[in-house]
């Protein structure tokens, strides 16, 4: 995309987060996009573009009573929005559309409303190679590089465990986010073993909720009610969609490669970051993201943790809503923390990090299959 | 392993038939590029190295060394208690998923890098599925 073309103007999340029966899955993504035209200042009528991943944008759109001249579906999982991120972007500079409302919503938790399963059945290469070894999703399956990681790098089960610790501690301070307890790192590694090494606080959350952005043109962006939030730059990319296929267990081609791509684009360096979100699904996460955007140094990436770093008052504050460990996932987490990113380039996140001015979102999809990167600042440099 | 009728059954498809019917006679079977030699999995008609459509199906040794795994806690109808979802490295350079089978389902017991051996379970008349279990040391 053109760095610092567009800009995100609404920003919003369901009204309700966690558990959620009385909304249809459908439901929740027209209440995120409610709650976010009220914050942009607009009517449906001003929505020209519409992209959503989980339910079809034919869905949202007709739901809403939207006729756009836009439409994206793309659907590689959890960060799929960040990938709409960057597809709107590149519309909007094309002309194919002026506002574009990206909108993520699922009944993860209550089941309300949901779609089935999308899955290839018994003759996709998964049903084939994959599915025969009675993987219970992706707890059983997400999780499986982590022991190769751990023997390459010398990262130790109590460093696993301080990931969560540390993202109760932003959870903390967040009113909305699921679990605010503190823990400790004994709390962590004594759960439930759920799939070893990894505990039941080691694994996301399964809630209900939504959120939404709505997107224009950069030129337009100071004319709405809150401090535009500019996309820098972006990235995108997939590998596998086999765990088992995966180039190296302990990196992902798709985060390298949708991290380097969003860099370039935005052309900062890693020491002008002041925010950063990498998508949680489970606690070993983060260590990936810092190693594979650069961050920490392979293998690096527990001790610059476990040193407090990106805990609060640190120099790198990460998932500072409490993530998809303490705060909300619902399944496809990658809309929650654009959410938080935005709330930290506005400046009105729960845990504010001071003078925040750019901000690295990172999102991944399936199971280290697809990724994307969006780069924002409350500022055009 | 408990009860092989609760296992989803693979559906094999006009590219992968030749690795099912392998399984059924007790052979594990890849695929090598007969332009730049590269050996992969799972089974395409080309080569996804080179783009090659040249290839050539052998039978593989059925040696592998055990490349990561997780240990599943939560029950599942195939199994009588925790059980391993791995992934092995074969000898000839692929990695496939897996179960450990034969074999203590614990850390002290699954060791990564030991060395396993390629053995075979009907699920129904035409698919049998490998499996690996300790032993058969790479040379
Ligand atoms: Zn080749």
């Not at chain 1, 960057?86 to 949901?114: D, K, P, Q």
């Not at chain 1, 899955?119 to 590089?145: H, K, V």
């Not at chain 1, 901000?359 to 994307?372: D, E, L």
Request: aromatic share 8%; charged share 15%.
């Amino acid at each position: 995309m053109k760095p610092n073309s567009v800009a995100i103007v609404g920003a919003a999340e369901t009204t309700e987060l966690g558990k959620i029966p009385s909304l249809s899955q459908l439901q929740l993504h027209a209440d995120a996009a409610l709650n976010t035209l009220k914050d942009a200042g607009l009517g449906l009528s001003d929505i020209d573009g519409v992209a959503t991943a989980g339910e079809s944008p034919t869905n949202v759109a007709h739901y809403l009573g939207i006729t756009p001249t836009w439409v994206d579906g793309t659907s590689v999982g959890g960060c799929s929005f960040m990938l709409h991120v960057r597809h709107a972007a590149a519309a909007i500079n094309e002309g194919l559309c002026e506002t574009v409302l990206i909108t993520h919503g699922e009944s993860g938790r209550s089941g309300i409303g949901r779609g089935m399963f999308r899955g290839g059945g018994g003759a996709s290469l998964q049903g084939q190679f994959e599915s025969p070894y009675c993987a219970m999703g992706p707890p059983t399956i997400f999780t499986i590089p982590f022991l190769r990681y751990m023997k390459e790098t010398g990262t130790t089960l109590e460093q696993l465990a301080t990931v969560a610790v540390i993202q109760r501690e932003w959870a903390a301070m967040n009113p909305r986010a699921s679990f605010k307890d503190p823990l400790t790192v004994e709390d962590v590694m004594n759960e439930r073993m759920i799939a070893y090494p990894f505990t039941k606080l080691e694994c996301c959350l399964v809630t209900d909720g939504g959120g939404a952005l709505i997107l224009t043109a950069a030129a337009r962006a100071k004319d709405f009610p809150h401090k535009p939030v500019y996309i820098l730059g972006t990235g995108e990319s997939v590998e596998t969609p086999m765990i088992s296929q995966m180039e190296d267990m302990t990196t992902s081609k798709a985060f390298r490669v949708s991290g380097a791509k969003a860099f370039a684009e935005a052309g900062i360096s890693h020491s002008d970051v002041d925010h950063l979100m990498i998508y949680d699904a489970f606690a070993h996460l983060p260590f990936y993201g810092l190693e594979d955007l650069g961050f920490c140094r392979k293998g690096e990436a527990a001790g610059f943790i476990e040193a407090r770093n990106t805990a609060p008052g640190g120099q790198l504050p990460l998932n500072t809503n409490g993530g998809g460990l303490s705060y909300m996932h619902s399944g496809m987490y990658g809309m929650y923390a654009l959410q938080e990113s935005v709330r930290q380039l506005r400046g009105t996140a729960p845990a504010q990090v001071d003078n925040a001015s750019i901000s690295v979102c990172h999102g991944v999809g399936g199971m280290f299959a697809a990724s994307g990167t969006v780069i924002m600042g409350n500022a055009i440099p | 392993m408990a009860n092989t009728a609760k296992i989803p059954v693979p559906v094999a498809t006009p590219e992968t038939l030749h690795f099912w019917e392998g399984t059924k006679s007790g052979e594990l079977r890849l695929q090598k590029c007969d332009e730049c030699s590269h050996v992969y999995f799972p089974p395409r008609p080309f080569c996804p190295g080179c783009a090659s459509r040249k290839v050539s199906i052998f039978k593989a040794s059925g040696k592998a060394t055990l490349y990561s795994y997780v240990i599943n806690h939560r029950p599942h109808p195939a199994f009588d208690g925790p059980y391993s979802i791995a992934v092995v490295e074969l000898e000839e350079g692929p990695r496939m998923m897996t179960n450990i089978i034969n074999v203590d389902q614990t850390p002290e017991a699954l060791i990564l890098d030991m060395p396993l051996e390629v053995t075979f379970k009907p699920l129904s008349d035409d698919i049998h599925l490998p499996y690996f279990q300790p032993g058969g040391a790479t040379s």
